[in-house]
């Protein structure tokens, strides 16, 4: 026995940390994902700006070793009580102090232009997507690491974006940095004799800051692993609590009426003491990696000194050289830490982009498994006749349960059907006509003529003006100011002409009833061909509902009507009546339909 929603194997491979296969495929993905910004329409400027924030990157590095030069320059003037030539390194400092404001000022304006042009990219990539093809609906019957995808969109984008963009900035220039001040501490530290043996060390300090850095990024990526886990974890808790507070705001009214404040109370808390759990683990994992930081930080200033001191006593090396060359393990030496200094930063942009990359390969998957021509689904089709024909329709929930099967009807143009039944059936029929729900099988064929207008239970007013709302989705500046009063006046709210520029919430300041006869003055604005309605009269009197059904017909004579409605007294209005019921029987799809087995 299976289900309709096949459970992602790759889930698991989708965790973060871990077996190294796994962290293979994270990088591949990621490349492919953030590849096509560099190969696709903006690719000149994508390039042109990683270019020029390479070759300011360079200027930063290059200014870097001036000013290491410099500073053995200053302290041998100092050594030598040089005033003329103390002067001559002020002078030269202020030419490398305007020379870093200009270049790290054009380095800082240019990663933030690439930085969020990336990000826009990516965020009209992945939005388009999750809004298209109803896919922000469908995921949520799919199993899957895609909860919060608003979030997900919002801010890990933002976050992968900026701290990618970011850290291969801070990479690039610690390789640039690695590369040039190997040369300097080479030649600066000359060699040294082991005591009581013969062996000679050139360039010891080099081996020595190697090991340094080798021995802080093992014990730094030991105490800063568990700093993966915990951020994602918190970063998930965080929007966990965000959309908890977004639903409340949503339903207010709702929530107050009902008087269900200590209840969503106790919900928020709970959620946000998830929030303080996950950072208390994350707070234990930073004690570690910041306790071995400060020991490591603070050695390595006070480190390359001791061990070129002797060289300096002996006269070996001058003040300057000695300067130089304690900098220039420092520089080296930091180069060389980048993955500990890092890990912060690479945690939470592994995080971000793990929650950004499971959202796009979601939808794929939701893509993919519709295409699938062996899964059991709903073959929806748009034909050049004029009627509505379902054959052999099996509809199941997203478990796979089948609520009905083998229905067959041909809906004739200009026909009025009130539909009513067994509301999870009529339901799910409502959203198939839609192309909203795929779960089961058999053939639908749209009409081919005319608009499909669907009204919901609740039509959706955007927050704007009251004319944006009634409008949409179209533009206001569609419809002659005419037509949208006549509209009005039709469907029973004429005293909101009015307001028609008035900017409010209008889902929550005007009550159900109006909000369904704005609904409706929608309709008559549109004029479709076909009307498919979703208890859309709910909220009437059986005298009103009565009165906005004759308008509809008066005013649509062609329109056909699918009506979906459970009020009694409804079937004189319409031409016929169709009952869903449930099956009493539990059955579920299987599978696999190449055997030959169908449904079971």
């Known amino acids: 026995m299976a289900t309709i929603v096949s459970t992602p194997d790759a889930q698991q491979e989708a965790a973060p940390g871990g077996a190294p296969e796994n962290k293979t495929r994270f990088l591949r993905q990621m490349l492919r994902l953030a590849g096509s910004y560099w190969n696709g329409k903006r690719r000149v400027k994508a390039w042109s700006a990683t270019l020029l924030l390479l070759l300011l990157t360079i200027g930063q590095v290059a200014l870097t070793v001036w000013g290491n030069y410099w500073n053995r320059a200053l302290y041998d003037a100092l050594e030598q009580r040089s005033v003329r030539r103390v002067l001559v390194q002020v002078a030269v400092f202020a030419l490398i102090l305007v020379s870093s404001m200009v270049v790290t000022a054009a380095h800082l304006m240019v990663k933030r232009w690439l930085q969020v042009d990336w990000r826009a990219w990516l965020t009209e990539r992945l939005a388009g997507n999750w809004m298209g093809e109803a896919r922000h609906y469908r995921l949520l019957f799919t199993q899957g690491e895609h909860d919060n995808p608003d979030q997900r969109i919002a801010e890990d984008i933002r976050i ?12 690039t220039y610690c390789i640039l940095t690695l590369g040039l001040f190997v040369d300097i501490l080479w030649s600066i530290s000359g060699g040294i004799d082991v005591p009581g043996t013969s062996v000679h060390i050139p360039g010891y300090m080099v081996p020595l800051a190697f090991i340094y850095a080798i021995l802080g990024s093992v014990f730094g990526w030991t105490f800063g692993r568990p700093l993966v886990r915990t951020t994602n974890a918190l970063q998930t808790a ?9 639903r409340v705001r949503e339903h207010t009214e709702a929530i107050a009426l009902m008087r269900g404040e200590p209840r969503e109370r106790a919900a928020s808390s709970s959620r946000f003491r998830q929030i303080i759990h996950e950072w208390n683990r994350q707070s234990f994992a930073y004690l570690g990696l910041i306790s071995f930081g400060t020991v490591y930080g603070s050695l390595l200033p006070v480190l390359p000194i001791l061990v070129a001191a002797p060289q300096y006593i002996s006269g070996a090396m001058s003040l300057g050289a000695l300067m130089q060359a304690a900098q220039a393990f420092e520089r ?14 690479i945690a939470r942009c592994r995080a971000s982009a793990d929650r950004v990359l499971s959202l796009h390969e979601d939808m794929q998957k939701l893509d993919a498994a519709t295409k699938t021509p062996d899964k059991p689904q709903i073959s929806l089709e748009r034909s050049g ?9 099996c509809i199941a929930e997203a478990s796979g349960r089948i609520l009905i099967e083998h229905f067959n009807v041909a809906i004739q143009r200009g026909e009025r059907v009130l539909v009513s039944g067994d509301p999870a059936v009529t339901g799910a029929l409502f959203k198939i006509l839609g192309g909203l729900w795929t779960w089961g099988g058999g053939r ?10 669907f009204i919901a239970q609740r039509p959706f007013l955007p927050e704007g003006t009251l004319r944006e709302a009634i409008t949409y989705p179209r533009a206001p500046e569609d419809f002659a100011e005419a037509d949208l009063l006549r509209a009005l006046e039709c469907a029973g709210v004429n005293r909101l002409a ?17 909000q369904q006869q704005l609904g409706f003055a929608r309709v008559l604005l549109l004029r479709p061909a076909w009307i498919c309605m979703e208890e859309a009269t709910d909220a009437f009197d059986p005298g ?9 017909h008066r005013e649509l004579p062609d329109a056909t009507l699918l009506n979906i409605s459970f009020h009694s007294g409804l079937e004189p209005l319409h031409s016929r009546t169709l009952q869903l019921n449930r099956m009493n029987e539990t059955k579920v799809l299987f599978g696999d339909r190449r055997a030959g087995n169908g449904f079971h």
Request: zero cysteines; proline letters at 6%; charged letters at 20%.
């Open 160 to 171: 992968a974006t900026e701290s990618a963009i970011g850290l291969a900035h801070s990479l």
């Open 238 to 246: 965080e929007a966990t609590f965000r959309f908890g507070l977004s």
């Open 332 to 345: 080296l030496t930091s180069s060389l830490s980048w993955p500990v200094d890092s890990i912060g930063e």
């Open 385 to 393: 006749q004029g009627n509505l024909i379902i054959e052999d329709l």
């Open 444 to 453: 639908v064929s749209l009409p081919g003529e005319g608009d499909m207008l």
């Open 498 to 514: 009015p307001r028609l520029d008035e900017t409010d919430n209008w889902e929550q300041s005007l009550p159900p009833r109006v």
């Open 544 to 552: 009103g509902e009565r009165q906005i059904l004759e308008m509809l």
